[in-house]
T-cell receptor
Framework: AQSVAQPEDQVNVAEGNPLTVKCTYSVSGNPYLFWYVQYPNRGLQFLLKYITGDNLVKGSYGFEAEFNKSQTSFHLKKPSALVSDSALYFCAVDNTDKLIFGTGTRLQVFP | NAGVTQTPKFQVLKTGQSMTLQCAQDMNHEYMSWYRQDPGMGLRLIHYSVGAGITDQGEVPNGYNVSRSTTEDFPLRLLSAAPSQTSVYFC?????????????FGPGTRLTVL
């Protein structure tokens, strides 16, 4: 069965510093991997996805993610964090027509 | 485009009551789905539909029914609400059943069952 793990419940980072939100997955076959963001009292918004090709994918709001097949990871990164990036981030995998989410990581960016 | 809309935004039910959560999309998307979000558990798939007249179960289907009579609408029915169904419910859609397409989420319905 496919699954996604986000090992950190919360990540704290100072504004201007780089950030990483970790995600590992377990799936048979080639995965489609996604990152979504949820701002308070809102639905989820799509950030970026990996389907195939270049291991570094770029998405909305300056975020990027690196697909690493050998480590089965898909970590979300941003070179310089903003206070407005503070939100709940979800990694997800889909290869059987069902989107399976991780438990989420709360990102807190301090001024 | 309004995107994915959900009604109501908030609802309080008593144990045993029934209700329908409404979901509609105006993007002509074939694929629609329902998720529930609980603290520490992420989002879990309840039911999904790959087109009008076709529905299937997700991870946590018990206690919920769905139907898909039109492309636009995908209501979620709770036949006899239980406190364990207290959650935030999200409806989502994507253009087709292709797994590499991203989903668009509604704003959610916060349900409390007393």
């Amino acid at each position: 069965a496919q699954s996604v793990a986000q090992p950190e419940d919360q990540v704290n980072v100072a504004e201007g510093n780089p950030l990483t939100v970790k995600c590992t997955y377990s799936v048979s076959g080639n995965p489609y991997l996604f990152w979504y963001v949820q701002y308070p009292n809102r639905g989820l918004q799509f950030l970026l996805k990996y389907i195939t090709g270049d291991n570094l994918v770029k998405g909305s709001y300056g975020f990027e993610a690196e697909f690493n097949k050998s480590q089965t990871s898909f970590h979300l990164k941003k070179p310089s964090a903003l206070v407005s990036d503070s939100a709940l981030y979800f990694c997800a995998v889909d290869n059987t027509d069902k989107l399976i989410f991780g438990t989420g990581t709360r990102l807190q960016v301090f001024p | 485009n309004a995107g994915v809309t959900q009604t109501p935004k908030f609802q309080v039910l008593k144990t045993g009551q029934s209700m329908t959560l409404q979901c509609a999309q105006d993007m002509n998307h074939e694929y629609m789905s329902w998720y529930r979000q609980d603290p520490g558990m992420g989002l879990r798939l309840i039911h999904y539909s790959v087109g009008a007249g076709i529905t299937d179960q997700g991870e946590v289907p018990n206690g919920y029914n769905v139907s898909r009579s039109t492309t636009e609408d995908f209501p979620l029915r709770l036949l006899s609400a239980a406190p364990s169904q207290t959650s935030v419910y999200f409806c989502a859609s994507r253009s087709d059943e292709s797994s590499y397409n991203e989903q668009f989420f509604g704003p959610g319905t916060r349900l409390t069952v007393l």
